[in-house]
């Protein structure tokens, strides 16, 4: 998965080992940098229990081990497995 502006991303460990404690982050932009194969660093902002940003961030990922975040429609947000609707922006 390449992200896109807008993207709703689920972060785990399976991205990187930093991340412990799974994050939901709405990209701004993949960065131009130069990395090994497979790895990105994304530029957008940490999101809350609620999908509101709460926090600027730049993160280095395996692409590979990115996962779709949802938000759900009136509700908090959630993982996928408690469903919801896909958060991108257009």
């Known amino acids: 998965m390449l992200p ?3 993207d709703v991303l689920r972060v785990t460990k399976a991205a990187s080992v930093q991340f412990t404690q799974p994050m939901l982050f709405r990209v701004i932009r993949l960065l131009d940098w130069q990395t090994y194969d497979g790895w990105a660093w994304l530029d957008g902002y940490q999101l809350n229990a609620a999908g509101d940003a709460v926090e600027r961030r730049s993160i280095f990922v395996q692409l590979q081990g990115l996962q779709p975040g949802y938000v759900a429609r009136g509700q ?3 993982t996928p497995a408690r469903a919801g609707v896909p ?4």
Request: aromatic share 0%.
């Open 87 to 90: 958060a991108t922006v257009s």
């Open 76 to 78: 908090r947000a959630t």
């Open 4 to 6: 896109r502006t807008g």
